[in-house]
């Protein structure tokens, strides 16, 4: 694991495709669960028109409903806090990879300066 990670935060590239990768399956995994969310809807409605046909206690029903679709709902509103969260640090992470990689093209560009510098003082030498 500490490989892997070693690997991701010093090559920018695979860091870069790591973190787009990580926000696809986060989108992806929100979208599927509006899709969830939507079908459980259609079902709940389906299911107090059973209960209306079959001359039940709907209010009861629906204030026990209402009950489970507030816990529901807080517990993905923490959902969405982590998810803007990883957003947020997975944006921080392409910013700082982006840094390394300015920084690494001036480092690779001075490198190269000097060693031109030193084959051309190489070469002078050997002229004389």
Known sequence: ME????????????????VILLLLVTMSIIKKMFKIVFILIIA???YFAFLVYQGKDVEETFQDL?????????KSGTMVE???????KG????????????????AFEDVKDK??????????????
């Open 82 to 88: 982590v998810v803007n969260s990883l957003k947020e």
């Open 115 to 128: 060693a031109r510098n030193i084959r051309e003082n190489i070469e002078e030498t050997i002229d004389q």
């Open 66 to 74: 209402q009950e489970k679709v507030e816990t529901v709902k807080d």
């Open 3 to 18: 490989n892997i990670f070693n690997i991701l935060t010093n090559d920018s590239l695979l860091g870069g495709i790591a």
């Open 44 to 46: 709940i409605v389906l």
């Open 91 to 106: 944006e921080e992470a392409l910013e700082q990879m982006e840094e390394i990689k300015e920084k690494s093209k001036d």
